[in-house]
């Protein structure tokens, strides 16, 4: 990729895409259009520093506008797509399912109909450079019993929430879209991300949130379900080195080889906060503790086997747990801006809708 070839991102707003987008201009150089409606989770204070930045062009638009998204593309004739957009919490697509439908899967068909017109109309040359990169998720392959082995590329797809199977269906939808059309996409599925930017619904810097305020701690059922965690960076130099030297038609699982129960990311949070913002009246954060009802068809393990991208493109995770969320507990202490600003009325009228039923068990 050349520092002159620039990429659409949708999504670029959100949690991964503006860490993506962030990491993109640091690392290539090369200009982002990047394509974001601005839900509650798109949020453009995390590219404040992208501000006077001509390589950084914001469009406020919806991935299924196909009129937008053909203008975007002949105007600035991308070498690759990568997309991010959609909804992303499981919590929510129990609560309201339809815009998981909407984005995700019909939102996903649109952008690959743009696309395919889009290749059809390039010269040989970019035709051979062009690149569908869809960012997925290990939830496509449902959940792991205790001594399962993890999930691999060839693990069949068992999705459990609205939010996985919106995305398994735009997986095969991508999938077919090689096979039939020919357009040359990739895909990754990837594990649990945590880091800067990430909107305090998910567990992470709800976590975090809650305990520096002393407000109660919501685990869900027994906490012993188990995630794979990967610092959101990690992420996003998976997706550059898919993008750059990813084979067609394939796809790669991404993870941190960092499986935790939730109850123990929730300590190590209580703890860092007692060390980072010690409070006389809050006391042991670990007291906030509240197991709560748990989630419908709550998954109980993931855990990804990443040996496919380590063997075929040299990629590996470079954050150890430990010392990425004590890097992510201090990001959310020292920007209490960028929180104020995300809890607006939207985000608590959230909070009343998942939790007020979950009482303490
Ligand atoms: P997010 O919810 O933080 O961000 C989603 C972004 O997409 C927001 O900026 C939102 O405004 C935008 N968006 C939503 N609908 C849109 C539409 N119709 N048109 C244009 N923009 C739209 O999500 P995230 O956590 O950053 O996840 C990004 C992608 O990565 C998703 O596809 C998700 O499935 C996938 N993923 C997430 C994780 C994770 O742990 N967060 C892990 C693996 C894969
Ligand atoms: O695995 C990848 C997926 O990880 C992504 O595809 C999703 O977009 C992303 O949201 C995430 O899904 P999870 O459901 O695993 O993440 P969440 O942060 O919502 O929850 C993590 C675990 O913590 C899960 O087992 C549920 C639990 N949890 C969550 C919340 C919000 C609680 O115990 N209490 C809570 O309040």
């Known amino acids: 990729m050349s520092k002159k070839d620039s990429i659409l991102v949708t999504g670029g707003a959100g949690f991964i895409g503006s860490n993506f987008v962030l990491t993109w201009i640091k ?12 839900t509650y989770a798109g949020n453009r204070n995390n590219l404040q ?14 991935i299924a506008d196909e009129a937008l998204v053909a203008r975007l ?26 815009a998981f439908i909407k984005t995700n899967v019909f939102g996903t068909f649109s952008l690959l109909q743009s696309a395919r017109a889009y290749y059809a ?12 990169l869809h960012v997925s998720t290990d939830e496509v392959y449902g959940s792991l019993a205790p001594d399962d082995p993890a999930f691999s590329e060839t693990t069949p797809y068992a999705p459990n929430s609205p939010y996985a199977a919106s995305k398994a269906s735009s997986d095969h939808l991508v999938r077919a879209y090689f096979h039939t059309y020919g357009l040359p996409v ?16 998910k567990l992470i810097p709800l976590m975090i949130l809650n305990s520096l305020e002393g407000k109660p701690l919501p685990v869900y059922g027994d906490g012993q379900n188990v995630r794979d965690w990967l610092f959101v960076e990690d992420h996003c130099s998976a997706i550059r080195a898919v993008l750059d030297r990813g084979r067609l038609g394939e796809t790669y699982n991404i993870g941190g080889s960092s499986e935790r129960k939730n109850i123990d990311v929730v300590t190590t949070i209580c703890d860092l906060l007692d060390e980072l913002a010690p409070s006389e ?15 419908p068809g709550h998954d109980r393990r993931y855990a990804i086997d990443a040996r496919k991208i380590k063997q075929e493109l040299g990629w590996e995770p470079a954050a150890q747990f430990e010392s990425g969320i004590r890097k992510t507990v ?32």
Request: charged residues 25%; proline residues 4%.
């Open 281 to 295: 009246k809050i006391g042991s954060r670990r007291k906030l503790i509240s197991y709560v009802k748990d989630r």
């Open 186 to 201: 990739l895909t990754t599925n990837c594990s649990n991300n945590y880091g800067f930017y990430q909107f305090p619904e």
């Open 73 to 98: 593309l002949s105007e600035h004739k991308p070498t690759a797509i990568v997309h991010f957009a959609a909804e992303s919490h499981v919590d929510r697509s129990i609560v309201g399912p339809d």
């Open 330 to 361: 201090e990001w959310y202490l020292a920007n209490q801006d960028w929180v104020e600003n995300v809890r607006s009325g939207a985000y608590q009228q959230w909070i009343e809708t998942n939790y007020a039923e979950r009482v303490a068990r």
């Open 27 to 38: 690392e290539i150089g090369s200009p982002v259009i990047n394509l974001d409606s601005l």
């Open 121 to 132: 109309g390039l010269n040989a040359e970019p035709q051979k450079a062009f690149r569908f």
């Open 49 to 62: 520093s992208l501000n006077d930045d001509s390589r950084h062009i914001f469009v406020h638009g919806d």
